[in-house]
């Protein structure tokens, strides 16, 4: 119809539409945690694939990305509580000429790395800098939990807690640092690690896939302290005295050496000689290698600190004097006490 003909108006009607709700908040998830990475540390064995979703709920993902080790990512809104059914986090990908993108990722099967040792059961286990962990939440405070593998047979896995800032998202892996002078090798099948000497139970039972070196510390009663590292794993606990030095392996004062002049002491250790060919052992716990030999008339510094007698025989850790030849990260050298003279003038 012609209004400007003189035609009546027609009705207008007015709908309001009510602006859309906002998506949920994710209250679980909190963003006190960043962690600006460079690339994702190898694993052992098959890798879990690295898959990025649209959403924390989405059931397929975006996309996959088939090379974490050299793809930036910025972590971020990790799930506040292990167990509150969350198991991703936020993902920003971009500045690497591919794609750019804020979606999310799981945490399984991811590998961050510590930059600081972490702490569990009150500090009285512990992994070292250069760990590999899988983080299982963070506060908005910047607390970290994460699972970190032992070299145990029991338990496998521990789980420990510290700071957002120690936490690394990185290709690169950091060595193992050396572990402590040994004064005893446990060879059992487990022991019990107690808080204090005066503790009714024991926080958790160890069960070792190989010989563990331990310093043996202060003594109270029946109840041993010791301090001792396997791989990235430490620990500084009470053990029962029965449990903490199996009988093979005895715990032995500083080295004493036949006396070929008078004693030689560095500020680093004894001054010896190899006086015949002589297998050499490597290991954090004297291990053989196969077809290896210290050879006669090599110049060694003795760590009089760590000597032990496994199976009947006295070993002591040693370095070559020169510096020519060094063990592998975390491992020193070990050689039977009988083979090694002091050193002359």
């Known amino acids: 119809m012609c209004v400007a003909c003189g035609g009546a108006a027609p009705a207008v009607t007015v709908v309001q539409r009510t602006p859309a709700a906002p998506p949920p908040v994710e209250k679980t998830l909190l963003g006190g945690c960043r962690i600006d990475g460079t690339g994702e540390r190898a694993r052992e064995g098959e890798g879990v694939p690295f898959e990025v979703f649209a959403s924390n709920d989405a059931r397929e993902p975006a996309f996959a990305i088939r090379h974490p080790q050299i793809t930036h990512v910025v972590w971020s809104s990790f799930p506040e509580r292990a167990d509150d059914g969350r198991t991703r986090a936020r993902v920003g990908l971009g500045g690497q000429s591919r794609v750019r993108y804020d979606g999310y990722a799981d945490l399984y099967g991811r590998t961050f790395t510590t930059r600081a040792r972490m702490d569990s059961d009150g500090g009285h286990l512990f ?81 070792p896939a190989e010989p563990l070196a331990l310093e043996l510390g202060e003594r109270r009663e029946d109840m041993v302290r010791v301090t001792g590292r396997a791989g990235y794993v430490g620990l500084d606990a009470w053990v029962p005295v029965t449990e903490a030095v199996a009988s093979d392996v005895v715990r032995r004062p500083a080295v004493e050496l036949p006396r070929e002049s008078p004693q030689r002491e560095a500020s680093e250790g004894l001054r010896a000689r190899v006086r015949l060919d002589t297998p050499l052992l490597v290991g954090d716990v004297p291990n053989e290698l196969h077809g290896a030999f210290v050879e006669r008339d090599a110049p060694v510094v003795v760590d009089a600190r760590a000597a032990v007698t496994v199976s009947g025989h006295d070993v002591v850790a040693f370095d070559f004097a020169d510096g020519f030849i060094t063990p592998p990260e975390g491992a020193r050298f070990w050689i039977a006490m009988d083979a090694l003279v002091r050193a002359t003038n």
């Open 127 to 207: 992994v070292s800098a250069g760990t590999p962990i899988d983080i299982m939440a963070a506060t908005g405070a910047g607390e970290v939990f994460a699972r970190a593998a032992t070299p145990f047979a029991e338990p496998k896995a521990i789980v420990v807690e510290g700071n957002c800032a120690d936490v690394l998202y990185t290709p690169d892996a950091q060595p193992i640092a050396r572990a402590p002078s040994a004064t005893g090798v446990w060879r059992g099948t487990t022991f019990r690690l107690f808080a204090t000497p005066l503790s009714g139970h024991p926080f958790t039972t160890i069960t």
